[in-house]
């Protein structure tokens, strides 16, 4: 398996952000929202009484025939990886 992440932020944001915390995968540019918006990601949120326009933390899995097999929408990252990996185990069952 091969972990991409998107983030709605710029290049050089992206590139210091990995360097303070190691990621340990690629991390995409997606300022314009184009891809969180075609996978549903870009949604509308609240705080404090305010609405305004993020991305939702979402997690999908695509199989080799570039299929959605499984989505982890709202994903909380605690923990998140073990449920990724138990879908990846039950996929290539």
Not at 43 to 55: A, D, H, I, L, R
Not at 73 to 83: A, I, N, R, S, Y
Request: proline share 5%; no cysteine; aromatic share 10%.
């Amino acid at each position: 398996a091969r972990v991409l992440g998107v983030s709605p932020d710029e290049v050089d944001a992206i590139a210091k952000f990995d360097d303070k915390f190691d990621l340990g995968f690629t991390l995409l540019a997606d300022p314009d929202h184009e891809v969180a918006d075609a996978y549903g990601a870009w949604t509308e949120k609240s705080m404090y009484g305010k609405k305004y326009m993020g991305v939702q933390r979402s997690t999908f899995i695509i199989d080799p025939d570039g299929r959605i097999a499984r989505v982890f929408p709202k994903v909380q990252p605690k923990k998140h990886d073990d449920l990724v990996l138990g879908a990846l185990s039950e996929l290539a069952a």
